[in-house]
């Protein structure tokens, strides 16, 4: 071998695996006193179509590009919220009559939800209901009204009405969406003027100042034990009542409508290792 051959190259130092959930950017308007949070959901929506290919689910086209909205809206707003906390809404909407339910965990920056079109209650109006869990800290409820079949206004009507300060909601291109969220000493003429244009150009026109980054990422968690243990109460008190003269029941987890199978045999096991 030659004297002067170049020495091996150390290895590589392990990659770290590509970070999951789509990135949400904070910012903070100087001058202006709000914030500005801004998302791209292509890889949330494919997360969610890959969802309801595996579990073999087709909402109607309709119900699905509400959902999309709804999502959009509800993860801006949990990028809003404090940390260490679970957070649900439910918009009811009467045209489509139709209920969307979305649930997220701001800790574990998790987010997931479903349509639910049979058996909708009519309710004489759209409403929007918002739950939040907050670790130490009571649940809270509040129920919003608001008009139309459009997502967006009703997280906006939820700001003005619940927590009592004003967003406004843009969608800036097919898949990327801004929430704007208005703070004591706001530029009021400058919150109400805003144009899809005018956001997009932001970064141009405005000084703006990184407050936070998170990551969403499409994640129910629901599994079979978690499903054994909201099933071991019915099975405990009447097992002819769920499993009839069938070895199997199947069951929709209430939060993302994945499909469980559930046997006898198991929930038996269960109960007989979880005695109440």
Not at 92 to 102: A, G, K
Not at 111 to 129: D, Q
């Amino acid at each position: 071998m030659s004297s002067d051959a170049a020495p091996p190259s150390p290895p590589s130092p392990p990659q770290p695996p590509p970070a999951e959930g789509i990135e949400i950017r904070s910012h903070f308007v100087r001058s202006r006193n709000a914030v500005v949070i801004r998302a791209t959901l292509s890889e949330l929506y494919v997360d969610y179509f890959l969802h309801l290919a595996a579990q073999q689910l087709r909402p109607d086209p309709a119900h699905i590009a509400l959902f999309k909205d709804a999502l959009a809206a509800f993860v801006l707003h949990c990028t809003a919220r404090p940390r260490y906390e679970m957070i649900a809404w439910t918009l009811h909407f009467e045209e489509p009559m139709v209920n969307l339910f979305l649930t997220a965990d701001t800790e574990e920056e998790a987010v997931t939800g479903r349509i639910l079109a049979e058996n909708v209650r009519e309710m004489g109006g759209n409403h929007l209901y918002a739950d939040v869990v907050a670790h130490n800290k009571s649940p809270r409820r509040s129920a919003v009204p608001f008009a139309g079949a459009d997502a967006f206004r009703a997280a906006e009507a939820f700001y003005l009405q619940s927590e009592q300060r004003p967003a406004r909601f843009f969608a800036t291109a097919p898949e990327e969406f801004v929430m704007v969220c208005s703070h004591p000493d706001c530029d009021t003429a400058w919150f109400e003027g805003l144009t899809v244009d005018a956001l997009r150009e932001l970064d141009q026109t405005e000084t703006l100042s990184l407050l936070e980054r998170r990551r969403y990422a499409w994640r129910c968690g629901c599994n079979q034990q978690k499903i054994l243990r909201v099933l071991a109460p019915v099975m405990r008190k009447d097992p002819a009542e769920l499993f009839g003269d069938e070895p199997s029941v199947q069951v929709s987890c209430p939060r993302c409508a994945a499909k469980h199978i559930v046997t006898r045999e198991a929930l038996e096991a269960f109960i007989a290792q979880n005695p109440a």
